[in-house]
């Protein structure tokens, strides 16, 4: 029986199987993009570009996601930190 008293088992099936074709979509363009996998460990510091965000210091935040992406520019790092 469902949250709301009707049996979702066929929603819940057909979710996980949208959610792992779009999984595997983005590990296409992972791929294509030359970005690491998704596999790949998280960097913790992400928690604190976050942080820094939620509290106006998106300087702060840019200066750090380039340090965690070196790699990154950095308008594309101030797109980034804007569009969390």
Known sequence: MGLFGNDDSAEVAA??????????RVEQLA????APAASAPRDARMDEV?????EGRN???IKLLREI???LG????????DRM
């Open 15 to 24: 979710l996980k199987a949208r959610v792992a074709q779009l999984e595997q």
């Open 31 to 34: 791929q294509l993009l030359g």
């Open 50 to 54: 976050l942080r820094l965000k939620s």
């Open 59 to 61: 300087i702060q935040a």
């Open 69 to 71: 992406q070196p790699g």
């Open 74 to 81: 950095l308008a594309d790092a101030k797109a980034l930190v």
